[in-house]
Each structure stands twice: as structure tokens, then as C-alpha cells.
């Protein structure tokens, strides 16, 4: 199957975790019928993170293809850099970090697989509690 994606799907998330995320291969795609896996690309500008989270039903795999940054996994903090790749697997936390002076460039795999739109929630839920979290 060849499969091209689209970069108007891209999912741009507002600060305090400010990042753009491009679905590749997601379940909710009309042309995938059947697959244990998802696929996508998570961008973020130099200084920006995502939150602290885990996910309680799927393993994580996240492979830095360009930029510098830190990622802390299960509490230990590592540097994350072009070839280093860290797996969080279900209720382990994770957070990643953009250190460097350019845009940091992760491919990520979901196992099962997600939807962009639960990709988009998860994403601005966050963003919502760190908001208001901030005005108390």
C-alpha cells in the first residue's frame, strides 16, 4: 500500500505545550481498514515541551529524526538527539523537551493504534488543565 499524508491534517497545539502534530497512519483513515499500529510525527520550536502523561492502553515508541532535546521517562531524564529512541509502554510516564536552537523532529508509533482525533484531545486537554492550573 503506498500512502502519502496530508499536510492540512497537521494538529497545531496552542501553548503551554505548543507543537504541531502531522497524522501519517492513523486508525480513523477511511483507506485502513485493519492495523495494530499508528503512525505520526510530532514538531516542536526550540524551548517547547509536552506535558508529563502516560497513556493507560498503548505502548509509545518515539525516534528523534532531527533537533535536540531532553526526554524523561519513568522519572529518569536522558538527552534526546537524531538516533536515540525511547519506548513508553502502557501507565509509564514520558516528556519530551526541545533544548535546542531549531525545530525538534520525532516520528512516533502507537500500539494499538489511535486516531488523530484522539491525538487532538488528548493534546488540548492537557493544554486546558495546564491553563487552569495556572489561573489558580
Known sequence: MYYQYRKENTIAVPEPFKRYITPLFMADDPIITESNFSLHITEWEPGCKIDLHAHPDATEAMYCMSGEGRVTINGKEYPFVPGAMIVAPPNITHE?????????????VFSPPVTGEDLRKRALAAVEEARKCKKD
Open 96 to 108: 519530551i523537551q526541545n533544548t535546542g536552537q531549531e525545530m525538534l523532529r520525532v516520528f512516533c
